[in-house]
T-cell receptor, first 112, second 117 residues
Framework: DVKVTQSSRYLVKRTGEKVFLECVQDMDHENMFWYRQDPGLGLRLIYFSYDVKMKEKGDIPEGYSVSREKKERFSLILESASTNQTSMYLC???????????FGSGTRLTVV | AQKITQTQPGMFVQEKEAVTLDCTYDTSDPSYGLFWYKQPSSGEMIFLIYQGSYDQQNATEGRYSLNFQKARKSANLVISASQLGDSAMYFCAMREGRGTGFQKLVFGTGTRLLVSP
């Protein structure tokens, strides 16, 4: 089975901190994605990557950046965390379109 | 404009009954795919079922079936014989475009299903 692993399940950070959320997949998928999930808003795409060192903005990229130096790892960076970035962050990867995405278990980030 | 619309914030069903979760979508792309995911309280997203826009038959996976009505742009999820473990958040999602390139999924806002004994 494909595994997508997010390094932290829960994180609490202070306003203004630089925050790194890490995601690793073990099935050689080209495509990786970062979403945030908020009540009543569903999942919204922040950034995605279709190859090493390639990245594309999603629907809500402001305040975030990403890094993909290796195929298996896709990092989400909050350059200066703010309270409105308190959310659940979900990483996903995919190869075959008919099977959709495989998701990690999520990181619940609280910015205080 | 919303690409995926789930109009039911919450649904209640009794154990062993069937339930339909609604999903409508909006796209001008002739090639697209529709997905349903389940998110239990633990947070992980579990893939349930897929329907391609060119598929002739409605997709089925065990107790899950997708009622695909292309002309109405609807892709409702039907869960037969509900179980207590079906209580979760359910998301409808759409992928536009062909190939293995930009497979962005757009998600709806979700429906919370509660199954009672």
């Amino acid at each position: 089975d494909v595994k997508v692993t997010q390094s932290s399940r829960y994180l609490v950070k202070r306003t203004g901190e630089k925050v790194f959320l890490e995601c690793v997949q073990d099935m050689d998928h080209e495509n990786m994605f970062w979403y945030r999930q908020d009540p009543g808003l569903g999942l919204r795409l922040i950034y995605f990557s279709y190859d090493v060192k390639m990245k594309e903005k999603g629907d809500i990229p402001e305040g975030y950046s990403v890094s993909r130096e290796k195929k298996e790892r896709f990092s989400l960076i909050l350059e200066s965390a703010s309270t409105n970035q308190t959310s659940m962050y979900l990483c996903a990867s995919s190869f075959q379109p008919n099977y959709g995405y495989t998701f990690g278990s999520g990181t619940r980030l609280t910015v205080v | 404009a919303q690409k995926i619309t789930q109009t039911q914030p919450g649904m209640f069903v009794q154990e062993k009954e069937a339930v339909t979760l609604d999903c409508t979508y909006d796209t001008s792309d002739p090639s697209y795919g529709l997905f349903w995911y389940k998110q239990p309280s633990s947070g992980e997203m579990i893939f349930l079922i897929y329907q391609g826009s060119y598929d002739q038959q409605n997709a089925t996976e065990g107790r899950y079936s997708l009622n695909f009505q292309k002309a109405r742009k609807s892709a409702n999820l039907v869960i037969s014989a509900s179980q207590l473990g079906d209580s979760a958040m359910y998301f409808c999602a759409m992928r536009e475009g062909r190939g293995t390139g930009f497979q962005k999924l757009v998600f709806g806002t979700g429906t919370r299903l509660l199954v009672s004994p």
